[in-house]
């Protein structure tokens, strides 16, 4: 059954409904221990039907050929019954806009020109040091989407995508080094080669193991490691977040939460943006919304559910369950990164973190092992430092300690973020 003739059964039995339906075709190859190891095609349909029946929202989902017809649109309706009480109605087709997110150079990649990919790699890697080992990741995938409902919304689109990540691992003794670095995007813009040439310069930073005392440092968050200072801003203004009562910045737009410096925007319409689409999953029309302007609050992640509670729009970001960004983007300053590197006197330079995902995402509060990061001095890098942890609270210190943003940015799957110099960064050591 088609995903229209759901919509119109769905309509028949007097039901409000949405449909959403995905088709993708992917093509992944592996490498692990700097050799081949697999190669995958696969074929992906999802059908998922969400309905209203007596003012709740039931959802079924189903990944079989058809998309389950009947049976699928009767599940949807049955667990209604204990669905959460809807205090919206469906959305209308709107004004929309068509961002570029399909390219025909990467719906044509093949299998052969993926492993290419991963032997250029590895023959690169490999001659930084004979014990290395490479680890290589990329996929392919071409897919079609449609979203539609009893309301009269019917559209789909395009998309490619294409995903690579490289990571290199050394072990000496008690050290264990590691390294790595992705691409993701929906068309054939990226360096493969300033891929590599990043890893192997981080490789040579690496060789030099430097002691570093616990204290406050300037710190150069490159954009990997930003991204976890981001998200506990993107926790808080999420409306689901807000309507529970557990975000502290319910009730605050309008005030100033962070640096002058911060402009955080979510754009689901941004050409040859990973998470871009034309329609979330909820029929609401994707569109670029500022959340935070100049430190100032703005706007909250609406889903229809939230937005209705909250008597405000829906900002196209709706997820099935709850609201979620498609694109995010932390808007980039005038300095190049190397002059902010230039200008640190001693510091530190964190790439990797771990468990820095870990806590209370509404506190605000950030800290975590460095992964990988590097100690500078007079500018310059000097050696990589080890069994260090940092700390940072995203909502009262970073409003007064972030000194500067890279005027380059850097796609991360889904955000795309420039390097934070951000000043007085606690860390800690194991000595200390």
């Not at 040091?129 to 392919?140: A, E, F, G, Y």
């Not at 100049?294 to 609406?302: A, C, R």
């Not at 209370?360 to 001095?377: A, D, K, M, R, T």
């Not at 940072?392 to 955000?415: D, M, R, Y």
Request: negative net charge; proline residues 4%.
């Amino acid at each position: 059954m088609s995903y229209r003739q759901l919509v119109e059964k769905a309509a028949a039995q007097g039901l409000t409904g949405t449909v959403v339906q995905s088709e993708a075709r992917t093509s992944l190859v592996t490498f692990e221990f700097s050799r081949l190891k697999g190669l995958e095609s696969t074929e992906e349909l999802s059908t998922v039907v969400q309905v209203i029946k007596d003012g709740k929202l039931g959802i079924a989902a189903s990944s079989r050929a058809g998309g389950g017809g009947d049976e699928l649109l009767a599940n949807a309706a049955e667990v209604s019954e204990f669905g959460a009480p809807v205090q919206y109605g469906l959305p209308q087709a709107q004004a929309r806009s068509q961002p570029v997110m399909y390219d025909p150079a990467v719906a044509a990649l093949d299998p052969k020109t993926l492993i290419g990919y991963g032997e250029q790699a590895t023959g690169f890697l490999k001659k930084l040091h004979p014990d290395i080992q490479v680890l290589c990741m990329m996929d392919r995938t071409v897919m079609r989407k449609t979203v539609a409902n009893t309301a009269g919304l019917d559209a789909g689109w395009d998309k490619t995508a294409f995903e690579l990540y490289v990571r290199i691992e050394l072990v000496q003794g008690k050290d264990f080094l590691s390294v790595g670095e992705g691409i993701a995007t929906t068309r054939m813009d990226f360096d493969l080669d300033g891929t590599l040439n990043n890893i192997a310069d981080d490789f040579a930073a690496a060789q030099r193991v430097v002691g570093v005392k616990p204290g406050a440092y300037d710190v150069l968050f490159r954009p990997v490691a930003l991204e976890y200072l981001v998200s506990p801003v993107l926790s808080c203004v999420d409306g689901g977040a807000v309507v529970r009562g557990v975000s502290p910045l319910a009730g605050r737009i309008g005030e100033e939460i962070l640096p002058p410096l911060f402009t955080l925007v979510e754009d689901g319409a941004l050409d040859g943006g990973v998470g871009s689409a034309v329609y979330d999953d909820q029929g609401v029309a994707c569109r670029r919304n500022i959340l935070v302007k100049g430190g100032v609050l703005q706007e909250y992640l609406l889903d229809l559910d939230s937005a209705a509670r909250l008597g405000r729009r829906p900002t196209g970001t709706g997820g099935l369950t709850r609201p979620r960004a498609n694109n995010v983007l932390l808007l980039p300053g005038a300095t190049p990164w190397r002059e902010m590197l230039a200008g640190i006197e001693r510091g530190i330079v964190i790439d990797e973190t771990i468990g820095a995902w870990a806590g209370n995402p509404y506190s605000g509060q950030v800290s975590g092992n460095i992964g990988l990061g590097f100690l500078v001095e007079n500018g310059k890098i000097v050696g990589r430092v080890k069994d260090c942890m940092f700390s940072i609270n995203v909502f009262t210190q970073l409003k007064t300690q972030l000194k500067a943003l890279s005027l380059e940015t850097k796609a991360l799957g889904t955000h795309i973020l420039p390097w934070a110099l951000v000043s007085g960064v606690s860390i800690s050591t194991r000595q200390g």
